[in-house]
């Protein structure tokens, strides 16, 4: 993997041996030697990951730290504060700054290469969900995004094992006053409460007596349910190896015994506050998904979507053999109901009309509004005669039972025309099927309304 780094430090000998060792690695280097100078480079070059020297005359590394995240433009890009400090209060002070990690000098290359690594992986996920945002408030189907203060407003659901007693009752005690955990005691334990996808958070020993951590952790990775949430490992001083190997598999973060409390706690918070925003991100593209292919005023698919699936199931139906049927209705005479009764009432009307559909076809069936009082429903492999059939028991359903139109109990009745055609070989189109139910329709309104009328080719 290649990535684009930014090195920031004011000793130009540091920056020297880093961007080296970087180099030598295939990434892409980027230097400054000054806090201002960090801010600049990284909204200008939009690096994949910054590496921070703490102590700089000026601007020190935290408050570098502290404005990159504030910034819209650079808020994503990981930050690993890199340093000498080596107290567990700097840590947590770096941490508690938006920094993803705080490494201690001398540096273990291997242990900075894949952290290196982990982090760009990590952001791409974020980036690729930012992008799809992006587009999705382009075309108009997002709102504009807020992120802010819910991130952090609900308690974390957190999963922890550790088979030292002393060390999980330290891990338990400290989140607990924040967060709601639960302590796993088996492998198969963990595995099956993570299955039910109801953590933010799980807490892996990588030491575990009687399972390989590892194998624990590659195991939450593959399940589907768990894929998505993140993993904090613990692992023992000096085991690079383990590390390594962690991190690459995809381990978001870790702490290294014994465990630091308030460490512990700004690491938790930094991942359920990812993972929140993650989940925010995927909800809002999903939601925009469905406004986009889906009618505001009734729920039921769109022409838009009902024109590519109907493409589809034809294609389909050319290649099985397997008819498909197209029902196309218009209300009679619904311009009356509008000058009558109001706009509202109209509305009323059809969102009424749409349930109505709806009740009445199959799963596999397609229900749309093609627009204003015009709907339609696709139905694959179906024939002539069940689609008379359903289109029958649709207009019945309407013309018999009268429309409610307000709260006072005013009713209206309703009337449907509905045209009818089925694919006929393999050379029929969605759009000659269209056209054919649509001449069934005319018809129908031609020959007084309230009624159904199938068109042959
Ligand atoms: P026909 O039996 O020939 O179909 O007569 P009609 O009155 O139903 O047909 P026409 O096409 O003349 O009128 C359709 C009306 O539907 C006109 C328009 O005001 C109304 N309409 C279209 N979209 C909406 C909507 O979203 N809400 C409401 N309330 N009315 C709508
Ligand atoms: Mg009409």
Same mark, same amino acid.
């Given at each position: 993997?290649?990535?684009r780094?930014?090195?920031v430090?004011d000793v130009?000998?540091?920056?020297?041996?880093?961007?080296?060792k970087?180099?030598?690695?295939?990434?892409?280097?980027?230097?400054?030697?000054s806090?201002?100078?960090?801010?600049?480079?990284?909204?200008e070059?939009?690096?994949?990951?910054?590496?921070?020297?703490?102590?700089?005359?000026?601007?020190?590394?935290?408050?570098?730290?502290r404005?990159?995240?504030?910034?819209?433009?650079?808020?994503?890009?990981p930050?690993?504060?890199?340093?000498?400090?080596?107290?567990?209060?700097?840590?947590?002070q770096?941490?508690?700054?938006g920094?993803d990690?705080?490494?201690?000098?001398?540096?273990?290359? !291997?242990a @900075?290469f894949a952290?290196? +690594? /982990? *982090?760009?992986?990590?952001?791409?996920v974020?980036?690729?969900?930012?992008?799809? $945002?992006?587009?999705?408030q382009?075309?108009?189907a997002?709102?504009?995004?807020t992120?802010?203060?819910?991130?952090?407003t609900?308690?974390?659901r957190?999963?922890?094992?550790?088979?030292r007693?002393?060390?999980?009752?330290?891990?338990?005690?400290?989140?607990?006053?924040?967060?709601?955990v639960t302590?796993?005691?088996?492998?198969?334990?963990?595995?099956?409460?993570?299955?039910?996808?109801?953590?933010?958070?799980?807490?892996?020993?990588?030491?575990?007596?009687?399972?390989?951590g !590892?194998? @624990?952790?590659s195991?939450? +990775? /593959? *399940?589907e349910?768990?894929?998505?949430?993140?993993?904090?490992?613990?692992?023992? $001083?000096?085991?690079?190896?383990?590390?390594?190997?962690?991190l690459d598999?995809?381990?978001?973060?870790?702490?290294?015994?014994?465990?630091?409390?308030?460490?512990?706690?700004a690491?938790?918070?930094?991942?359920?506050?990812?993972?929140?925003?993650?989940?925010?991100l995927?909800?809002?593209?999903?939601?925009?998904?469905?406004?986009?292919?889906?009618?505001?005023?009734?729920g039921?698919?769109?022409?838009?979507?009902?024109e590519?699936h109907?493409?589809?199931?034809?294609?389909d139906?050319?290649?099985?053999g397997k008819?498909?049927a197209? *029902?196309?209705?218009?209300?009679?005479?619904f311009?009356?109901?509008?000058?009558?009764?109001?706009?509202?009432?109209?509305d009323?009307?059809?969102?009424?009309?749409?349930?109505?559909?709806?009740?009445n076809?199959?799963?596999?069936?397609?229900?749309?509004?093609l627009?204003g009082?015009?709907?339609?429903?696709?139905?694959?492999?179906?024939?002539l005669?069940?689609?008379?059939?359903v289109?029958?028991r649709?207009r019945?359903?309407?013309?018999?039972r009268p429309?409610?139109?307000?709260?006072?109990?005013r009713?209206?009745?309703?009337t449907?025309?509905?045209?009818?055609?089925?694919?006929?070989?393999?050379?029929?189109?969605?759009?000659k099927?269209?056209?054919?139910?649509?001449q069934?329709?005319?018809r129908?309104?031609?020959?007084?309304?309230?009624?159904?009328v199938?068109?042959?080719?």
């Amino acid at each position: 993997m290649t990535a684009r780094v930014l090195i920031v430090d004011d000793v130009p000998a540091n920056l020297k041996l880093l961007d080296a060792k970087l180099t030598a690695e295939y990434f892409d280097v980027f230097k400054a030697a000054s806090g201002p100078e960090a801010l600049e480079a990284a909204k200008e070059q939009q690096p994949d990951i910054i590496l921070l020297d703490v102590m700089m005359p000026g601007m020190d590394g935290f408050e570098v730290c502290r404005r990159l995240k504030a910034m819209p433009e650079t808020e994503h890009i990981p930050v690993v504060m890199v340093t000498a400090l080596d107290q567990p209060k700097d840590r947590v002070q770096g941490l508690e700054a938006g920094a993803d990690d705080f490494l201690t000098k001398p540096l273990n290359d !291997l242990a @900075l290469f894949a952290r290196v +690594r /982990s *982090l760009v992986r990590l952001k791409m996920v974020t980036d690729e969900l930012r992008m799809r $945002e992006a587009t999705g408030q382009r075309i108009g189907a997002l709102g504009a995004g807020t992120t802010g203060d819910f991130l952090m407003t609900e308690p974390g659901r957190i999963l922890a094992i550790d088979d030292r007693p002393t060390s999980l009752k330290r891990i338990t005690e400290t989140l607990a006053s924040e967060h709601n955990v639960t302590v796993a005691e088996t492998q198969e334990e963990l595995l099956q409460l993570a299955n039910s996808g109801n953590f933010d958070l799980h807490i892996v020993s990588l030491t575990l007596q009687e399972f390989d951590g !590892l194998r @624990l952790c590659s195991q939450l +990775r /593959s *399940l589907e349910a768990t894929r998505q949430t993140p993993i904090l490992a613990i692992v023992e $001083e000096g085991d690079t190896g383990r590390l390594v190997r962690a991190l690459d598999m995809g381990v978001n973060d870790y702490l290294v015994r014994p465990v630091e409390r308030n460490e512990l706690v700004a690491r938790a918070r930094s991942q359920l506050r990812r993972k929140r925003y993650q989940d925010y991100l995927r909800d809002k593209f999903q939601q925009g998904l469905e406004l986009a292919i889906t009618d505001g005023l009734t729920g039921l698919y769109n022409r838009r979507y009902m024109e590519g699936h109907l493409a589809t199931l034809v294609d389909d139906a050319a290649n099985t053999g397997k008819p498909v049927a197209l *029902l196309i209705f218009d209300i009679d005479y619904f311009k009356a109901v509008n000058d009558t009764h109001g706009h509202q009432a109209g509305d009323e009307v059809l969102k009424e009309f749409a349930d109505r559909i709806s009740a009445n076809v199959r799963g596999i069936d397609l229900a749309c509004r093609l627009g204003g009082e015009e709907f339609v429903v696709v139905m694959p492999d179906t024939d002539l005669t069940y689609a008379m059939t359903v289109a029958e028991r649709l207009r019945q359903g309407v013309a018999l039972r009268p429309f409610k139109l307000d709260e006072t109990g005013r009713t209206l009745d309703v009337t449907v025309s509905i045209g009818i055609a089925v694919t006929e070989g393999p050379n029929d189109t969605a759009a000659k099927l269209l056209g054919r139910a649509d001449q069934g329709l005319y018809r129908a309104k031609r020959d007084g309304r309230n009624r159904v009328v199938a068109e042959a080719a």
